[in-house]
């Protein structure tokens, strides 16, 4: 069975940066599209980017936009998510999906994403 598996969350004061890493156990992450979500305590559970399969298509929800960056490491293992000029407001669990396999698009719903991660914590606080 797949296991979606992020990390790289951690504690970091405002303005800062940090790169989360989804990695996966019995496939080849380079084959589907990939997601990050986050879900902050006692909200529900937002997009935040993601990249195609073919990485044709990259997307950004407005609240990250010029902030983040989502990118796959050189050998395909991991899809990364580069973190900038962090706010408070980013303080959530990050969660890494994919969709089925030949869904070369991306989607915002989440009920779309067959495979989860269990998460990384990020909080950005002084």
């Known amino acids: 069975q797949t296991q979606l598996v992020e990390s790289g969350g951690g504690l970091v004061q405002p303005g800062g940066s940090l790169t989360l890493s989804c990695a996966a156990a019995?496939?080849?992450?380079?084959?589907?599209?990939i997601a990050w979500f986050r879900q902050a305590s006692g909200k529900e559970r937002e997009a935040v980017s993601c990249i195609s399969s073919s990485g044709a298509t990259v997307q950004y929800v407005d609240p990250v936009k010029g902030r983040f960056t989502i990118s796959r490491n050189n050998a395909k293992t991991t899809v990364d998510l580069q973190m900038n000029s962090l706010k408070p407001e980013d303080t959530a669990r990050y969660l890494c999906a994919r969709l089925h396999y030949g869904k070369n698009w991306c989607t915002e719903l989440a009920s779309e994403y067959i495979d989860w991660g269990q998460g990384t914590q990020v909080t950005v606080s002084s």
């Open positions: 019995g496939l080849s992450l380079e084959d589907y599209t």
